[in-house]
């Protein structure tokens, strides 16, 4: 019974795991060469361990390339079903 349930445990992680190792490993679709995979290995390793270079990169425009990194779900949930920009400028007032 006990057995089971620690399978049950490990079973979600293990899965994940498969699920990025075979995305890191697959072939890459054109104009990507093989030679890639080692960019891919490099860009998921920044992502785990270096979430602030992303968090403030930008646009060509000046805006933020990934603005929904700096708030949590809950609050991305909610701003995106009100719409308009000025809007979100009243949330991210709010928030601060």
Same mark, same amino acid.
């Given at each position: 019974?006990? /057995?089971?349930?620690?399978?049950? =445990?490990?079973?979600?992680?293990?899965?994940?795991?498969?699920?990025?190792? =075979?995305?890191?490993?697959?072939?890459?679709?054109?104009?990507?060469?093989?030679?890639?995979?080692?960019?891919?290995?490099?860009?998921?390793?920044?992502?785990?361990?270096?979430?602030?270079? =992303?968090?403030?990169?930008? /646009?060509?425009?000046?805006?933020?390339?990934?603005?929904?990194?700096?708030?949590?779900?809950?609050?991305?949930?909610?701003?995106?079903?009100?719409?308009?920009?000025?809007?979100?400028?009243?949330?991210?007032?709010?928030?601060?």
């Amino acid at each position: 019974m006990i /057995t089971h349930i620690l399978l049950g =445990f490990l079973a979600i992680p293990s899965l994940i795991g498969l699920f990025v190792l =075979f995305h890191l490993f697959r072939d890459s679709k054109k104009p990507a060469d093989k030679s890639n995979r080692i960019n891919k290995i490099r860009l998921f390793w920044f992502v785990m361990t270096r979430e602030n270079l =992303f968090v403030d990169l930008k /646009t060509p425009e000046g805006d933020d390339a990934f603005e929904w990194l700096k708030y949590d779900e809950y609050y991305n949930i909610k701003r995106s079903s009100r719409g308009s920009k000025a809007s979100r400028k009243k949330d991210i007032q709010w928030i601060k």
